[in-house]
């Protein structure tokens, strides 16, 4: 009898452990951060012009994208998350600086190959038109030459079918207060959850929509066209 407690009582230490350790590790799940300590271990890159140059100072990424480039984080998101970044673009009289396109795709998907988003990353190739073949949400701030900041939902399925159709805007800004400033760091936070999305900088909410066919699973991506941004902070928090 005596060694039948002992027994259920080492039974029962172990469940509790067990079960202690699923708790902890859903609590490091829970928010993700990526430093660039590892470098671009954690990305994976679309690079139209095959010479962007990629530099680490500290816990921030510095890119100069010669045209466009997309910088993709390689675990799809799924559920309900926050994702936050301060980012900036970098005007100092350098080659390569323009200020323009401080932009990112989120939730985005391949109705082509829903199993394995990167299958055609080599053929996307950082190329923008490309983009159209994807279903995702997508901000371009301070685009068209630093005149617009625009919102916009894509359909991938349209692709090669009715351009007019793949990326209806959703709503955009065109005043100083919303366009992009030289060397300015802007606070990013990308929410996605309660059936609606949002896009907001700096604590103001720039854009939310509740979309009753929500994107929500899928990849984040940074989107930069022929200028140097730095970028840190990035955050994952699941909600």
Known sequence: MKSIDIKTLVITSVVVLVIACNVENKKVEQKIRDSFDMGLSSWVVEDESDSAIFEFHHDTLSIKSPAGLTLWYNRKLSGEYQISYSISLQINGRVGERLSDMNCFWAATDPL??????????????????????????????????????????????????NNKIKPLIQEYIDADHLLQPNRWYKVV?????????????????FELTDKELYSDGYFGIRLLSNRAAITGFTIQYL
Do not use: C, Q
């Open 190 to 206: 990308i929410t996605v959850a309660k059936g609606k999305t949002s896009f907001e900088v700096n604590g103001e909410r720039l």
């Open 113 to 162: 190959n829903p199993d394995d988003f990167f299958a055609r990353s080599g053929w996307r190739h950082g190329i923008f038109s490309r983009y159209n073949s994807l279903n995702m949400y997508y901000v371009g701030y301070g685009g068209n030459d630093n005149t617009t900041t625009r919102f916009r939902k894509y359909y991938g399925k349209y692709y090669n079918v009715d």
